[in-house]
């Protein structure tokens, strides 16, 4: 039983407060992706998970137990590194084993998990290599492997894929998970790709300047932001704002900005009067002749099976992703609707979302 | 390599004019010691056309090939130098294995350890090295005759591994900086310690440093002359010291002097050859993303 919790866990590096009073709880087993962007203290909660940085306040708790001074190697925990931090001078077999050679394993044990991790991750051929003969996702392995032999409770990842390419990284991805799957460990993974932690995890936390926004699986963050941040980050092309009022006028409840008047459902109508923001996703928006958002096509990408089009309204774009077979020409006027149940609602002052049942 | 066929002529032309003018000097001197007096002094100056002789190293070391033979005549000829090589073979080998050692362990602590004070320390050390040598020269001059260290290997070993010590630990310490910290923190959590981090993974990544440091700790050693001169008498002279023995009151014998040098290149040059496999580029190549 491997859960990982922070209670009221800082960290500070002399001055600068870097993690401020933060409490997560990730139970046994789950795959939890620490999602972010830069300079948001990912790697720094990993470390401290690690062993590797100090808490200045608070705790940190593997398996239940308070693990705030006890030396890395006896925390129960494997990590691959942002860097992957390969050992040079030692060849693949002796990376992997490392650490079995530490804890003075029989040699014919530690022969096992080498040939089992080596199987698990396709390195066979390359035991007997060093690292610099590997390429960058066989690198990645190795780190994986070294990991891996360890049979560890708590597996911590750093952005292991962020240096590989896009169908190297889609492989990993999928081979991870598996490896999930079928080791159980709870597994903890940084990473500021937002599809890589929607396609991934169990549990996504989102991070800002070390603090947690939202914890939720991928669905409820996706279909739930709980704030403009949030819904900001996750999804690709990102949500598209508007600013304005809710109105109640008789039976119908809208949401009206300049130029702009859109039919919102029923339970809104208690915010009546309030300044909004109003968020729509790229792939809820339609061409209808009697749209709502009307405007002029000023771009139009192909991404493969989608095309995204960027429309210009008044003097703000908003990008709707359409099949490939809705193409648009430049300069075309077009008029994109919402289903009233497909828009996102938030307060403007505190950014918050707006939820009435 | 590319650029039209003109320009990689004159930089082909170019790098061997360079290359000409720093080996150039290292020929003629090593070309004086095989000449006869006539031939060091004529006029213009011959660069290929003499007569070659050994009879300078006759001279130098005793060693004459008569019949085809090496032999080494008795006494080791006029100057008795064989010996001088030896005690700077000594004392700069003895110097740099000193001075790496204590180095390199220094190295490591400040690149990875903080301890109260750590950033003054590189200051510290170097500050050792602004006096100039010949203001120490003479208190050490003192210090040794107390400590019974003048005249003997030990001093002079002690010595050149104290001077060579601030530049061997900063070097040493720019390799080890040079060493991400990602690679100490993985093997911590795999378990070793900071001792078996040390000599299983870190140490083995900077040997290429470690020559580095090693060859220049030891040519300095081969051609350090004030405190050799100072801090010894008869016992133990390195050939720096004696090679102004052949400036006399009767002139310079200068291809005994040549010989002697020419002499000299070699064992540093055997010294330089047997690190520099080591000395690789590219200190943690594969060990990360790149
Ligand atoms: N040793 C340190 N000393 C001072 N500040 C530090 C130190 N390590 C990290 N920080 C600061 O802590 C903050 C969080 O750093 P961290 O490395 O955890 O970010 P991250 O979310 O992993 O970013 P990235 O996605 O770029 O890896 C940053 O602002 C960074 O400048
Ligand atoms: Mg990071």
Redesign the interface.
């Known amino acids: 039983m491997s859960k990982v919790e922070f209670k009221n866990a800082q960290k500070a590096f002399g001055a600068v407060k870097v993690i401020e009073g933060l409490s997560l709880e990730i139970p046994h087993g789950s795959f939890a992706v620490l999602l972010g962007p830069s300079g948001c203290g990912k790697s720094t909660l990993l470390r401290m998970i ?3 940085e100090k808490l200045t306040g608070g705790e940190v708790a593997i398996a239940g137990k308070r693990v705030n001074d006890v030396h ?2 006896d925390r129960d ?3 691959v ?10 060849k693949v077999r002796e990376n992997i084993a ?2 079995l050679e ?2 003075k394993l029989e040699k014919r044990e530690i022969e096992r998990r080498v040939s089992e991790a080596a199987d698990i991750l396709n390195l066979r051929p390359f035991l007997d290599r ?5 390429s ?1 996702g066989q ?2 392995r190795v780190a994986m492997g ?1 990991a891996l032999v ?1 049979e560890a409770g708590v597996f911590l990842f750093d952005e292991p894929l962020s ?2 390419d896009a169908k190297l990284r889609a492989h990993m991805r999928v081979e991870i998970r598996q490896l999930h799957e079928r080791l159980g460990a709870t597994t903890l993974y940084v990473t500021h790709d937002q599809i890589e932690a929607m396609t991934m995890a169990d549990i996504i936390v989102l991070l800002d300047k070390g603090a947690i926004v939202q914890v939720g699986t991928p669905d409820e963050v996706y279909e739930k932001p709980n704030s403009v941040y949030v819904a900001d980050f996750i999804g690709s092309p990102s949500m598209n704002f508007f600013d304005g009022e809710i109105e109640a006028d008789g039976e119908e409840v809208r949401f009206r900005a300049a130029n702009l008047s859109i039919p919102l459902e029923a339970r809104y109508r208690g915010q009546a009067g309030k300044s909004v923001k109003l968020g729509v996703r790229p792939n809820d928006l339609h061409f209808a002749a009697d749209g709502a958002f009307k405007g002029e096509v000023i771009l139009s990408e192909t991404t493969g099976a989608e095309v995204q089009i960027h429309v210009r309204i008044r003097d703000s774009d908003v990008v709707a992703v359409a099949p490939r077979t809705e193409r648009r020409v430049h300069g075309e006027a077009v008029a994109l609707s919402v289903p009233p149940g497909k828009v996102h609602i938030f307060d403007a002052q505190s950014e918050r979302r707006i939820e009435p049942q | 390599m590319h650029g039209t066929k003109f320009a990689r002529t004159i930089r082909f032309i170019a790098a061997w004019l360079l290359v000409g003018l720093f080996f150039f000097p290292i020929y003629y001197w090593t070309s004086v010691a095989f000449r006869n007096g006539r031939d060091i002094f004529s006029r213009p100056p011959k660069i290929f056309d003499f007569e070659p002789t050994i009879a300078n190293f006759n001279a130098v070391f005793g060693i004459s090939f008569e019949g085809g033979v090496p032999q080494i005549t008795p006494g080791g000829g006029n100057f008795y130098m064989a010996p001088r090589l030896w005690d700077s073979i000594v004392i700069g080998v003895g110097s740099t294995l000193i001075a790496v050692a204590i180095a390199t362990l220094a190295a490591y602590a400040l690149s990875r350890m903080r301890f109260k004070g750590s950033h003054h320390f590189v200051g510290w050390v170097l500050s050792t090295r602004m006096l100039p040598p010949v203001a120490v020269a003479v208190p050490m001059f003192f210090i040794y005759r107390q400590f019974n260290l003048l005249d003997t290997y030990t001093g002079m070993i002690i010595i050149h591994a104290i001077m060579n010590l601030p530049l061997a630990v900063l070097l040493m310490k720019s390799f080890f900086d040079d060493v991400p910290n990602e690679i100490d923190e993985s093997a911590t959590i795999d378990g070793a310690s900071r001792w078996t981090i040390f000599r299983r993974i870190v140490l083995p990544m900077a040997k290429g440093g470690i020559a580095a440091t090693a060859v220049l700790c030891f040519i300095f050693s081969w051609t350090e002359f004030l405190f050799a001169l100072t801090l010894t008498q008869t016992d133990v002279r390195t050939v720096p010291v004696v090679s102004t023995t052949f400036v006399t009151s009767v002139g310079t014998a200068w291809g005994n002097m040549a010989a002697l040098g020419a002499a000299a290149i070699l064992p540093a040059f055997i010294f330089v050859l047997a690190v520099q496999k080591h000395l690789v580029r590219g200190l943690t190549m594969g060990s990360l993303k790149q």
């Open positions: 690690a062993g590797l890395p190697r925990i494997a990590m590194f942002q860097n992957y931090a390969l050992y040079p001078t030692m490392f650490n530490i804890q060093y690292p610099k003969e590997l960058g690198r990645q070294r360890r240096n590989l």
